[in-house]
């Protein structure tokens, strides 16, 4: 053949790196397509994660991805923290824990594989060491992170480390064992890269069955804050990680003057969301969520009847309340997670009825034309019958 007759198509990489693409936009294209999956412990794999048409991804490091995946027939949503750079645009990853009984980290870590494709929306959440778009002014980080909750804060680190930025970074990580490090690898090299702006510091609880810790011991103590950063009442804090690890972390800098107003933690917790998989509703609800929150004081308030039908339950549910409140009040269990319209755990279908819904971004236009709602956010304007 005339080697003037065939074109070579450049490769799918190629693609990505040519001209001014456009911004990945999952109301018009949610698919994305797994390009790469790298084990990063024996029970942590991290997913590549690209359009199948070229596009570039913007977001804050620290925010969330919500996946719609189906497993057994049902469409199932949970969110996982984006991993990496937003300075590294044309690729994102999630790095995923398995939990023991837990279908979609099961799912994720035994059938998807290279070439898979996964529905999601986002990016979202607050929870970044940015804000609007620019750096915030401190010169000095102290990031903590426990288990699984290293990825937010691992994305903030990759993005100033990109960046070349001028921070003092001190990164403390708390893990079970030597082989439960996760990023290990990488962090050692960011603080080579960056020596005396950036430290990393992590502590474990034990010895490796081949591989004994002589690192820090034990658990994230203001001890090891006050031998690792010494002066941490003057950097800004940000933490993710199981709920107990945040709240200690919490009470801790509290009973040590610290001001509070530089301390940020995720505001929600997948580590305690994917825990509590396949039931993920909590069993304990805050005085915040079982407060009804009225509407203007002249609006009528209605009582109407909210049936579940998959459960055969009926709860009534008044106008001035949000549906997974009444829910939850009345013993319902429901998935849920960030209470704030966000994550997208809780969407359901409306099989009759109609909602007052003011969602933060966790459901597409499309979704909620075929019908779906945001229980956490929706408020009742007529008696429902929910797909749940």
Known sequence: MDAATFTVLPEPAALRLTGALPEWNPEGDDVLIVLAIREETADVKTFVLAPKDPCVFRYKPGQ????DIEIGGESVNRCYTI?????????????????????????LHDHVRVGSHLRAIGPMGEFSCFSQGTPSPA??????????GITPVMSMAR?????????????????????????REELELMARNQPGTFRFAPVCEADSPRAPWHGLRGRVSLGVLEHVAPDYREREVFVCGPAPFMKAVREMLKGAGFDMSRHHEESFDFAELAKAEPEVAAEVVSAELLQAVPE?????VVTYTVEFAKQKRSIECRSDMFVLDAARRAGVRLPSSCSKGLCGTCKSKLIEGTV??????GIRQREIDAGMALLCCSKPTSNLVVDR
């Open 296 to 300: 203007a004081l002249e609006a009528p």
């Open 159 to 183: 993005t100033l480390h990109d960046l070349a930025a001028p921070r003092d970074i001190v990164f403390v990580h708390a893990a079970r064992s030597p082989d439960d490090i996760i990023f």
């Open 64 to 67: 969330f991805l919500t996946l």
């Open 83 to 107: 991993a990496s750079a937003p300075t590294r645009p044309h690729t994102l990853s999630i790095t995923v824990k398995r939990v023991p009984g837990g279908p979609v980290s099961n799912h």
């Open 356 to 361: 007052d819904m003011k969602h933060g971004g």
């Open 139 to 148: 010169p000095k980080y102290l990031l903590l992170s426990g288990g699984s």
